[in-house]
């Protein structure tokens, strides 16, 4: 099968490129962690703020919108942190009340908390 085999052996480096390119873009979402929550703005919020300092930071806040607002400029005015403006600064709280509000403080789901003990009967 000369044919066939020609054109596997044609095939083959393009079929590597996109093999690379799909591996890279599935990394590229495991690097915010599996356990960053899906949802609208996810990439924009996570890469913005790993950017410099871990993610844990964030997610063991549990903050409502206006607080994460305040956050916004503790960390613009003390930290250095470029202004976030406009529908960027919504999206951003969006994304952070909603996932990291004061009802939801962003654990594992498998949590490494110790468990309170079930009372014995
Ligand atoms: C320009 C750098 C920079 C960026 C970008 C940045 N931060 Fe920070 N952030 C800091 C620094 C510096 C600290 C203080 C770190 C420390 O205390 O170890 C900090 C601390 C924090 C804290 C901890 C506050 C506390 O009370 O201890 C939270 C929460 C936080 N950042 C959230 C975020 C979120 C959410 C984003 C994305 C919207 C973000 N950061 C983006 C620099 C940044």
Same mark, same amino acid.
């Given at each position: 099968?000369?044919?066939?085999?020609?054109?596997?052996?044609?095939? &083959?480096? =393009?079929?590597?490129?996109?093999?690379?390119?799909?591996?890279?873009?599935?990394?590229?979402?495991? $690097?915010?962690?599996?356990? !960053?929550? *899906?949802?609208?703005?996810? %990439?924009?919020?996570?890469?913005?703020?790993?950017?410099c300092h871990?993610?844990?930071?964030?997610?063991?806040?549990?903050?409502?919108?206006?607080? !994460?607002? $305040?956050?916004?400029? !503790?960390?613009? *005015? #003390?930290?250095?942190?470029? #202004?976030? $403006?406009? $529908?960027?600064? #919504? %999206?951003?709280?969006?994304?952070?009340? #909603?996932?990291? &509000?004061?009802?939801?403080? &962003? %654990? @594992?789901?498998?949590?490494?908390?110790?468990? @309170? =003990?079930?009372?014995?009967?």
């Amino acid at each position: 099968m000369r044919t066939l085999k020609g054109r596997i052996a044609r095939g &083959g480096p =393009l079929l590597a490129v996109a093999a690379l390119l799909v591996s890279t873009a599935a990394a590229g979402a495991d $690097e915010l962690g599996s356990d !960053w929550p *899906e949802g609208p703005g996810r %990439e924009d919020v996570g890469y913005f703020c790993s950017a410099c300092h871990s993610l844990a930071i964030v997610k063991q806040q549990g903050l409502t919108r206006g607080q !994460w607002d $305040e956050m916004f400029d !503790w960390m613009v *005015e #003390e930290q250095g942190m470029p #202004e976030l $403006e406009g $529908e960027m600064r #919504e %999206e951003f709280l969006d994304y952070l009340s #909603e996932n990291f &509000g004061p009802d939801d403080r &962003g %654990e @594992p789901q498998m949590s490494t908390r110790p468990q @309170p =003990l079930q009372p014995q009967k």
